[in-house]
């Protein structure tokens, strides 16, 4: 892993949940082809159908800090 990858992880933990959010979905932005479509409606959609999961308890949350550890052991 690069030092500026290292880096930016470090700054991207100091911010709250909202703006770890929408870094998230700029990242996942630049990741998507240009012509999409109407990719954004679907995942609105998709974000809308898990929140509602959530709210009504029927989804099981797992910690940021769980989900990046068991990424990193799987790529190491």
């Known amino acids: 892993m690069s030092l500026n990858l290292l880096e930016l992880e470090q700054k991207a ?3 709250s ?3 770890r ?3 998230v979905l700029f990242l996942l932005g ?3 082809p240009t012509d999409s479509g109407d990719i954004e409606k679907e995942w609105r959609i998709e974000a809308e159908s898990r929140l509602a999961e ?3 308890g029927e989804a099981t949350l797992i910690s940021a800090d769980e989900v990046f ?3 990193r052991r799987r790529l190491s």
């Open 13 to 15: 933990s100091l911010l």
């Open 17 to 19: 949940a909202d703006e």
């Open 54 to 56: 959530i709210k009504r």
């Open 21 to 23: 959010a929408q870094f």
């Open 69 to 71: 550890n068991n990424v």
């Open 30 to 32: 630049t990741l998507e």
